[in-house]
Every structure is written in C-alpha cells, then in structure tokens.
C-alpha cells in the first residue's frame, strides 16, 4: 500500500517469515519462500521509491521461538530493504517478540499500540492485537494488519473461492472513544468524543480505516464475510468499537467487491 502523506510511504503487513520452518515441523515440506516475497517486496520499493517503508507487524513467525530460518532470513530482508529506503520501520505485531535481535539498529520498531506518521495527512499504523494510543484517533487514515483478511465466495457449481482482500471503511468516533475510555476504566456522562478530547487531550477525527492483507500467501486467512467468527480479531474489534458490516472489500488487484454485509449472502 502506498500513501502520499507529504513523503512517500510504502507498507506492507504480515510477512511472517518463519512460517515454512513450523510447516515442516508438522511434516508439511514446502520450499522456504522468503527469497521470492523480498524480490516482489523489492520491485515494488524500486518501482515506487518511497520514503520510508513501514512494516505492520508480524514480520516473524515463531513465538516465542525464534527458528534458524528466522535468524537467517529477517536481518537479510532488513538490509536490503536498508540499501534501498532511507527509513525501514516496524510497527510491532504479536510475533514480533524480540524483533529487535533480528533488526538491523537503523531499522525503527515501534511499540504494538501504533505510531502516527505523516504531515497535513496523518496516518496511524498499528498491527490490530492491542488497543491503539489514544492519538492514533486523530489520524485521517489508520492501518492495520493482524486479521489476515479474505473473502469467500461460493460459486453456483458448489467450487468455494477464497482470496486475500483489502477491507476499507470509516470508523465510528463515538463508538471507538466509548470503548477507549471504558478500556480505561474512564467514567463519562454525555458524549464519548468529548469525553476522549477532555481525557487524553486528542482531537478526535473520523479516520479512514484499512485493513491490510498477508503479504505472505502461505498463511491462512480471515473470510471477512463469514458468519463465524463473528468479529475480526483485536481489541477494537472484539469490543464492538468498530463493525466491519459497511466496509468495502477489494481483492489484491484493486477490484472492488462490495460491502461486507453484501459478500455475506454469497459466502
Ligand atoms: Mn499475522
């Protein structure tokens, strides 16, 4: 995904890099496939030249133990995305634990409550596994990773077609300021956002809200049309601070597929 902010910024999420070693563990052998995600990662940084490439956590895949495979493949996709950008950060996912031993020290890793990048245009990154900071409500646009998007679709012939998907919508101020605040433990009376903007001293915007599929196309994913589960994964959404129902959904190539809700009565 990339977003001109005042600078340009590139981001991807969910490499899990590591994934092929817990395969092969379950005696499930499929030849390591980290070579060919750094090349299409690359060719996209060539192709696009960004300011800085921000990676939405869960660049690992073992937790908590790091693999021979990770030790030899992350530092190699750090550095040479280092050769290439100015500025490589990591905004830290549930399986990034320790990622830092694998970065290289210019490589930036941001804490797993999300960072604010941007000018005029500000974008809040963050995987999705854990409550946001509070700022992050001011940004114009929020990215997240984590629930490795999908949608799935059943055909008249009974084939059942599953594929990553871009998920896109708006989030509902009110909604997302009340299950902040109740998160902590914050008492109110009248409006969430006035409460929020008193509490934590943010402006409360209405950003836009992506969320990113796996880069990595060997890890399963979330059918965000399904019935179950009944919501996506992460704190703001288990809480009900943001329903997907009217989000649009687009497949990798950019086609639009409809709203959620839509995509359900073909799932
Ligand atoms: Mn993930």
């Not at 060719?43 to 990770?70: M, Y």
């Not at 290439?84 to 804490?111: F, T």
């Amino acid at each position: 995904m990339l977003v001109e902010a005042g600078e340009r910024i590139l981001m991807a999420s969910d490499f899990h890099l590591g994934i092929e070693y817990e395969l092969a563990k379950m005696g499930i052998n499929i030849p390591y496939q980290t070579e060919r995600y750094m090349e299409e990662l690359l060719g996209l940084v060539r192709e696009h030249r960004p300011d800085r490439v921000i990676l939405a956590g869960d660049v690992k895949h073992g937790v908590p133990i790091t693999s021979f495979q990770e030790k030899r493949e992350i530092p190699r996709l750090f550095n040479a995305l280092l050769d290439e950008v100015d500025r490589v950060e990591v905004a830290r996912g549930n399986h990034d634990s320790n990622i830092q031993n694998l970065a290289p020290e210019e490589v930036e890793i941001h804490p797993s409550k999300g960072f604010i990048v941007g000018g005029a245009f500000k974008v809040g990154v963050l995987h999705g596994h854990a409550w946001p900071y509070p700022a992050l409500l001011n940004a114009d646009l929020l990215v997240m990773g984590h629930n490795h998007p999908t949608v799935r679709l059943n055909t008249p012939l009974g084939v059942r077609v599953t594929q990553r998907a871009w998920v896109r919508g708006k989030l509902d101020p009110e909604r997302v300021a009340s299950a902040i605040l109740g998160q902590d433990g914050v008492k109110f009376e009248g409006g969430a956002v006035k409460a929020f903007q008193e509490e934590y001293d943010v402006r409360v915007g209405k950003p836009q809200v992506v969320i990113m599929p796996t880069f990595n196309d060997l890890m399963g994913g979330l059918p965000v049309n399904s019935e179950t589960p009944k919501s996506l994964l992460g704190p703001l959404f288990r809480s009900g601070a943001i329903e997907v129902d009217d989000f649009d959904v687009y497949l990798l190539d950019g086609t639009f597929l409809g709203r959620v809700d839509f995509l359900r009565t073909l799932s």
